[in-house]
């Protein structure tokens, strides 16, 4: 008789209800993230180029209104920058560092929940093992000398599957957790690299506007 997923997962008791519906979430987080992260990790090579042209020429309107129109992290901080030009350095980088700080952390939405159910799930697992455990014992307990295996064999079948589910979707939780770390550690450096070219653009003189 072959056993398909639908089979296992019923044979598996109530605790594979929270580890699928774990399971779910954190595919969810895990596409949501990766989309966003991956939009963000896009640079449009010109960019710098155009906005140090602009703050040369004394070209801030056009600067501003450059920035409004990409939809990126790197923009949103040189915006903030803008904002600030007329003030000391240190004020400047101040406010693109806090604005970039903001950033990162909405990219980091779900994370905090994606590493709680990469590290709940191998617990889940291991609940079930006790509950399937528990269950062999009390079913030995009830047989007295008249023990047999089919007695022990429900109990055994339904820890050996809740502690495979809890450890594979842990497993992969845990994989998917990491690669959203890596790719937003790029966007990090991706941010840091704008910011200096940009302060640099700012130690550079500028022309009067005309």
Not at 9 to 36: D, Q, T
Request: aromatic share 8%; charged share 20%; net charge neutral.
């Amino acid at each position: 008789m072959k056993l398909t997923l639908l089979d296992l997962a019923i044979k598996g008791g109530w605790v594979m209800i929270p580890i699928v519906l774990l399971s779910f979430v954190a595919a969810y987080i895990f596409i949501e993230r990766f989309y966003v992260i991956r939009k963000a990790a896009k640079e449009d090579q010109n960019f710098m180029n155009r906005i140090k042209d602009y703050i040369h020429d004394g070209k801030i309107e056009a600067a501003m209104a450059l920035c409004k129109s990409i939809e990126s992290p790197s923009a949103r901080m040189i915006e903030k920058g803008i904002n600030r030009l007329g003030r000391p350095l240190h004020d400047i980088t101040t406010a693109i560092e806090n604005t970039g700080k903001l950033e990162i952390s909405k990219l980091e939405k779900g994370f905090p929940t994606l590493a709680t159910i990469a590290g709940a799930e191998p617990m889940l697992g291991f609940l079930g093992t006790v509950i399937g455990m528990v269950r062999s014992f009390y079913a030995m307990s009830q047989a007295g000398n008249n023990v047999e295996v089919s007695l022990l064999s429900d109990g055994i079948y339904t820890a050996l599957i809740t502690t495979a589910a809890g450890l594979i979707v842990g497993i992969l939780c845990f994989f998917a957790y990491n690669t959203l770390v890596v790719r937003v550690e790029r966007v990090v450096f991706n941010l840091e690299a704008t910011l200096t070219e940009f302060m640099d653009i700012l130690n550079e003189p500028i022309k009067s506007e005309r």
